[in-house]
């Protein structure tokens, strides 16, 4: 992984509590609203931020993330992607399904994997709950030609989950998101991600060794670097957006 230090040109920001509120509610409205009978879920190609090689599935940011009291109002979805009346209807398309219909969304993600080499779950969005990482896993064994991606701050359904089983498949890539502030616990010594703001504050979780985001998973994705490679207990360091 190359170096890299603060550039000093962080672009993050955070809204008021009411403004995230009622961005996420529109979407959750559209959500609830849904009829599901002939959908199907969307996958996002092209992402400023996975790359063309690295399609991905999202959820709704903040009703779908059950650890975002401290993220929520610096959120990047919020900001950047729910303003967006396409965006947010491919959000409530793919959380009425996972809610809704659970099989049909991981059959139809198990489709789309046969057909990829890389994948990431959640620009936007988190791990529902243990039924949902126990699909994810099921999707990743099935497939084990794709390399999956996944940033999580649901890290008690994570540790839970390595309890029993020990370890995910090693094409499925779990890093436990960090955050300014957070008592997370990382007891199966998996890779952390945390941002870093202006004043060089991280997450309590970064131990080990960092790795810089470079801002474009497939970029990575091709040389096999950042999240793709990262060691237990490793840490991808990017600046907070
Ligand atoms: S380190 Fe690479 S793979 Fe990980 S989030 Fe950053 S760009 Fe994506």
Known sequence: MSKKTLTGKHQYAEFKNETVA???????????????????IKLSYGNRKTGSLVPSVSLIPVADCGHCAMCARG?????????YPESR???????????????RFFVEVDAA????????????????????????????ENNPHCQILAFSKEHEIINGYLDEHGCFPSNLHIILSGWRGDTNVNRHNLPVSSPVWKDGSQSCMVTGKAHWCQGNCTECAKINEGCWAAGPGDTILFEAH
Do not use: W
């Open 22 to 40: 009622d961005r996420v509610k529109k979407c959750v409205d559209l959500r609830d609203s849904t009829d599901i009978t002939d959908k199907h």
């Open 75 to 83: 959120c990047y979805a919020v900001r950047a992607i729910l303003c």
């Open 89 to 103: 209807e491919a959000l409530a398309n793919n959380s009425a399904i996972a809610h809704k219909d659970r099989k």
């Open 113 to 140: 994997l046969k057909f990829l080499r890389f994948f990431r779950f959640f620009v936007s969005g988190d791990i529902l709950d243990r039924d949902f990482l126990d699909g994810m896993v099921r999707v990743a």
